[in-house]
């Protein structure tokens, strides 16, 4: 889905063991900065925080991914529980 341009030093496995929240938060954080860096046309650290903020971007699209299709395994399928009529 994300480019496959991830951050050396972060292992997306590692980060498997942090919640959706922790996910969210980092990658939140991860924005704040990288808008900065913007302000300061610091094309280096721009560059280093976006392969930061892909690795986050993909752990929590797994992370998503593996919640939804556990949910549909366990028989939590709510398709037939919504009526639009």
């Not at 050396?8 to 991860?30: G, M, R």
């Not at 976006?50 to 939804?68: C, G, I, P, S, W």
């Amino acid at each position: 889905m994300f480019e496959d341009i991830t951050h050396p030093f972060l292992n997306i496995n590692d980060l498997s063991e942090l919640s959706i929240e922790d996910l969210q938060t980092k990658i939140s954080e991860v924005l704040s900065r990288l808008n900065f860096c913007y302000g300061t046309n610091n094309q280096q650290l721009i560059n280093q925080l976006t392969m930061v903020l892909n690795t986050y971007q993909e752990a929590l699209h797994r992370k998503l991914n593996d919640t939804f299709s556990q949910s549909e395994d366990d028989g939590n399928d709510l398709g037939d529980k919504i009526d639009i009529s």
